[in-house]
């Protein structure tokens, strides 16, 4: 069954160094998400990537967030000038597109921020 | 506003038994709804659609109440490995919106 996969699995960063978290969507999907939870909270919405641009976003995807598609494969979510509160689990979703369809999630990537 | 609300539990239920989990919905134009369950430290993984009409999988029976604007989730027969959080996730536009999930512990 094809997946969605993320790298790293564990990311220690620095407080206030550049992050960049790594996602590779099932290849026939065509909308992209992030999310992040925090330790023993709900998933909490980022934003949405459809046709090469963000659809939608939350309050939390701020200026020190951006995603890319770079070459049509990974799918990346930086964090530019991360803080301690960035510390969390970040998951990536793809959904294939047409009609009402579930999203399949990566099993995320762990970010400790010190 | 997007939300919904899930009591948090944590349910703890013997094994063989059945358990019903609520999540109230606060946006009408929610499109569509889902179950995940959620391990510990784990991604969320797909559980199953909720249709209007209710629809069955296995152990496993879902319904939308529009008009009460609930979802349930009915687990039939609880398994030691049906133990986990389960989190009723809503959509609309293109944004999913999650609960925060109840929290589930079938003792044998």
């Known amino acids: 069954e094809p997946e969605v996969t993320q790298t790293p699995s564990h990311q220690v960063t620095q407080m206030g160094q550049e992050v960049i978290l790594r996602c590779v969507p099932i290849?026939?999907?065509?909308?992209f998400y992030w999310y992040r939870q925090i330790l023993g909270q709900k998933v909490e919405f980022l934003v949405s990537?459809?046709?090469?641009?963000?659809?939608?976003k939350s309050e939390i995807f701020d200026d020190q967030f951006s995603v890319e598609r770079p070459d049509g494969s990974n799918f990346t979510l930086k964090i530019r000038s991360t803080k301690l509160e960035d510390s969390a689990m970040y998951f990536c979703?793809?959904?294939?597109?047409?009609?009402?369809?579930?999203?399949?999630f990566g099993d995320g990537t762990r970010l400790s921020i010190l | 506003r997007k939300e919904v609300e899930q009591d948090p539990g944590p349910f703890n239920v013997p094994e063989g038994a059945t358990v019903a989990f609520n999540c109230t919905y606060s946006n009408s134009a929610s499109q569509s709804f889902f179950w995940y369950r959620q391990d510990c430290r784990k991604e969320p993984k797909l559980l199953m659609s909720v249709y209007s009409s209710g629809n069955e999988d296995g152990r496993f029976t879902a319904q939308l109440n529009r008009a009460s604007q609930y979802i349930s989730l009915l687990i039939r027969d609880s398994k030691l490995s049906d133990s986990a959080t389960y989190l009723c996730v809503g959509w609309e536009g293109n944004q999913f919106y999650f609960g925060t999930g109840t929290s589930l512990t079938v003792i044998p």
């Open positions: 990537f459809y046709n090469n641009e963000i659809s939608e």
């Open positions: 290849s026939n999907h065509l909308y």
């Open positions: 979703a793809s959904r294939a597109g047409t009609g009402i369809q579930p999203q399949h």
